[in-house]
């Protein structure tokens, strides 16, 4: 079982396509009752973030098969010692352990937190 950890930026369409998919899947088992957004919508956050925050992005891969996604938002005007984590995962892919502990592993993401990602 091979896992990898890979940043995306907006310019990746088969990234953010492939994330939207693992966000909407998520959303659809977790609030069942809102409207999956758009994945027009999705990108627009990597492609225009919020007036002065760096947002990062990445995917996790099973042997290659996209099992989960990361969103971190971090502050650079204000409230710069936080940031805003968004982690979620393939529910098909849940409760067997690997997809959380994979980005706990020191060194694999955030590649940097300077710039935008």
């Known amino acids: 079982m091979?896992?990898?950890?890979?940043?995306?930026?907006s310019t990746d369409e088969a990234a953010l396509d492939a994330a939207h998919r693992v966000v909407a899947a998520a959303?659809?088992?977790d609030l069942p009752d809102l409207p999956v957004g758009d994945r027009a919508e999705f990108g627009?956050?990597?492609?225009?973030?919020?007036?002065g925050n760096v947002i990062h992005q990445?995917?996790?891969r099973r042997d290659g098969e996209v099992a989960g996604h990361l969103r971190m938002r971090l502050p650079q005007l204000e409230n710069t010692g936080i940031a805003t984590v968004e982690l979620t995962v393939?529910?098909?892919q849940r409760r067997q352990g690997w997809v959380g502990r994979c980005w706990r592993t020191p060194g694999r993401w955030p590649p940097?937190?300077?710039g935008s990602g």
Do not use: I
């Open 2 to 9: 091979a896992v990898t950890v890979t940043p995306y930026d």
């Open 27 to 29: 959303q659809a088992v």
């Open 44 to 51: 627009l956050l990597v492609a225009h973030p919020p007036h």
């Open 58 to 60: 990445a995917l996790a």
């Open 90 to 92: 393939d529910p098909a």
């Open 112 to 114: 940097s937190t300077a």
